[in-house]
Every structure is written in structure tokens, then in C-alpha cells.
């Protein structure tokens, strides 16, 4: 059985995806009165029940016991916002995709160990050039696709920039607190190479406790010492 407090994340994505009650409880072969205890938090919920749950609501395990689904369009602000400061630093605006990739990774994990809650809900896995969600490529190329980045190879990188006209658009998604953040790991980390900041995520405890292919949790990170975690 899996821990109560669970029914407000539950009611919210089934009513997200438009289903009544009763077709929930349907779906768990349960009655309708047992289905609403679990939104009221007076009924715990089975892991055989947990995993039809996620895999209707299209979320993970992960994201229904922490109760934070991954939200795509802040994830492409936190993208966003690198590339404006890049870009505001009077460089040429371009960072290496792995680098880009780990300075959100950062910023997600770092709000967790402030909050409790990272900022975009995305759920990190152990491959060999993470720590990255698998939709960061495809998240890249919807936004190369629509004009918001631009990706050029050189060499043996990949570099990204913000798109025509994207540096003139406001950030969307990310209050004032989550954009102070996000600055102050990219200050550290602005004029460091790829490399450094592939090692430093690779010495944290997240990384090193993972398996291969595994998620990596993020309550993982409030075991680091404060100057370890961006």
C-alpha cells in the first residue's frame, strides 16, 4: 500500500483528463465509494492501483508519490532563460547542449533543495551524459521547430542559442525566486567548460547512487552539503 495524502495530485489529473469518478473506479475495479476515498485521502492505494493510475494519467510513480507532474513549458523557460543569460553576457549566446542540459538539471534540483519540489517536474534519469529527463532532445527539437532555439553542430559539440526574436520575448512559467536562482548557477558556471560541470554533477550523491537507465530522485540532493549543490 502506498501512503494517503495522495487524493488531491489524483483528483486533479483525472479531471485534467476529463473522467468521472465512477469510470475511475472502474479502472481500478473498485467502487465508486472506494474511488473517493482515495481523493479524500481516507483510503491508501495499492501499488498494482498506483501504476494503472500513472500510466493513465501518462506520469510516473515518482511523480505520484511526490505529487508534481512534469510540466514541459516551464522546462522550456528554464532552457529559455539560460540562453538569455548567455546571450546577456555578451558572448555569442551559444551553449553546448550537454553543458545547457546540466544547468537545468541543476536549477531543478537545486529548487528541490530549497523547496521540496523541483522546478519543472521533470523526472531525471542516469544516462551516460546525464543526468537529463528523455524528453530534453525531443523538448529541443519542438523548440528549433518553432523558432525558439537555434542548434548548430561544430565540431564535436552541438550548440544552442535562442531563436529570431526570442531574446525580446518575456520568460514565462518561472516567478522571481526560481529566475534568481537559475542566475546564480549560471553565474558559477558561466565561464566553466562542459567538462567541469559534467564532473561536479557526476561527484553528487544523485548520480552516484543510481544505477544506469535508472530515475534519479531528487530527494536525493538534501543529503549534499549546501556548497555542493550547484
Given amino acids: 500500500m502506498l501512503p494517503t495524502k495522495h487524493g488531491t495530485y489524483i483528483k486533479t489529473q483525472r479531471e485534467a483528463k476529463g473522467y468521472s469518478q465512477q469510470q475511475m473506479a472502474g479502472f481500478l475495479s473498485i467502487s465508486r465509494t472506494s474511488y473517493i476515498n482515495i481523493e479524500q485521502d481516507k483510503r491508501e492505494i495499492t501499488l ?77 534519469k542516469r544516462l551516460e551524459y546525464g543526468p537529463v529527463p528523455d524528453v530534453y532532445f525531443r523538448v529541443l527539437d519542438e523548440m528549433f521547430e518553432q523558432g525558439e532555439i537555434n542548434i548548430e553542430t561544430k565540431k564535436d559539440a552541438m550548440l544552442i542559442s535562442l531563436g529570431r526574436g526570442a531574446e525580446y520575448e518575456p520568460i514565462q512559467n518561472l516567478n522571481k525566486d526560481e529566475l534568481t536562482l537559475i542566475k546564480k548557477i549560471y553565474k558559477k558556471w ?22 544506469d537507465g535508472e530515475a534519479i530522485h531528487y530527494e536525493l540532493i538534501t543529503q549534499e552539503d549546501p556548497d555542493h549543490v550547484y
Wanted: include cysteine; glycine fraction near 6%; aromatic fraction near 12%.
Fill in 48 to 124: 498494482s492501483e498506483a501504476n494503472i493510475l500513472a500510466n493513465m494519467f501518462g506520469v510516473t510513480l515518482e511523480d505520484i508519490s511526490r505529487e508534481q507532474s512534469p510540466n514541459i513549458e516551464k522546462y522550456k523557460s528554464i532552457i529559455t532563460s539560460f540562453l538569455k543569460l548567455e546571450l546577456g553576457g555578451k558572448k555569442d549566446g551559444k551553449i553546448p547542449k550537454t553543458k545547457l542540459a546540466k544547468l537545468v538539471y541543476l536549477a531543478d534540483f537545486a529548487w528541490f533543495y530549497e523547496n521540496c519540489v523541483s522546478m519543472s517536474g521533470m523526472q531525471y
Fill in 190 to 211: 558561466e565561464d566553466k567548460r562542459t567538462k567541469e560541470i559534467v564532473d561536479f554533477t557526476h561527484s553528487q550523491l544523485p548520480w552516484k547512487i543510481s544505477r
